[in-house]
């Protein structure tokens, strides 16, 4: 069965700080990975997409992504309360399963003042 | 990003009642889209792809009798939850992929928290 594993949570920062989320997964066939931002009670937003080893920027986000270790992280730079939530790392799989995606178990954010 | 709406936002039925959720892409086209359904503190479950004039194809242990997708046209997918019992009671989510913006970019709708009573 192919999967995505988030690290476990919760995670608790103070503001102000770095909060690093990790991923990995186990289909090797995955080319696009996601991360998404859900809010209690709330759909999840997309906040960042990465395709390509290495990082992507945009903001206070990175993200990382490291195919031969089957690894995808999200950096927050300078945490903010308003970024507590649950995050979502999911995976789209290649082949006849083009456009699925496979999410997560989500790991808890508090970003405390 | 792209924008998808669903409608209703919630909605409350008695057991043995039927519930139809919209799932519209605002302002692209969407060839394809996917149905979700989450559980309090569980992460998303992909029930369903809906495919614009053709058959959705339904993920492993979602009875398609049970939860009837219609994609008449492209930017417009519908969930009927056939027969509702309270175990069906959840939040359903759609996405939909912007092709045109030459991304894999999938975007959710605001989603429906179905209660059945």
């Known amino acids: 069965q192919k999967e995505v594993e988030q690290n476990s949570g919760p995670l608790s920062v103070p503001e102000g700080a770095i909060a690093s989320l990790n991923c990995t997964y186990s289909?090797?066939?995955?080319?696009?990975f996601f991360w998404y931002r859900q809010y209690s009670g709330k759909s999840p937003e997309l906040i960042m997409s990465?395709?390509?080893?290495g990082d992507k920027e945009d903001g206070r986000f990175t993200a990382q992504l490291n195919k031969a270790s089957q690894y995808v992280s999200l950096l927050i730079r300078d945490s903010q309360p308003s970024d507590s939530a649950t995050y979502l790392c999911?995976?789209?799989?290649?082949?006849?399963?083009?456009?699925?995606?496979?999410f997560g178990q989500g790991t808890i954010l508090t970003v405390h003042p | 990003g792209a924008v998808v709406s669903q409608h209703p936002s919630r909605v409350i039925c008695k057991s043995g009642t039927s519930v139809k959720i919209e799932c519209r892409s605002l302002?692209?086209?969407?060839?394809?889209m996917f149905w979700y359904r989450q559980f309090p503190k569980k992460s998303l479950m992909l029930m369903a792809t809906?495919?614009?004039?053709?058959?959705?194809?339904?993920e492993q242990g979602v009875e398609k009798d049970k939860f009837l997708i219609n994609h008449a046209s492209l930017t417009l997918s519908t969930l009927t939850v056939t027969s509702a019992h309270p175990e069906d009671s959840s939040f359903y989510i759609c996405?939909?992929?912007?092709?045109?913006?030459?991304?894999?970019?999938?975007?959710f709708g605001p989603g429906t928290r179905l209660t059945v009573t």
């Open positions: 996405s939909a992929r912007d092709v045109g913006q030459g991304t894999y970019e999938q975007y």
């Open positions: 289909d090797r066939g995955s080319q696009s």
């Open positions: 990465i395709y390509s080893n």
């Open positions: 999911a995976g789209e799989a290649g082949g006849t399963s083009y456009g699925k995606l496979t």
């Open positions: 302002d692209f086209q969407a060839t394809t």
């Open positions: 809906s495919n614009e004039g053709s058959k959705a194809t339904y």
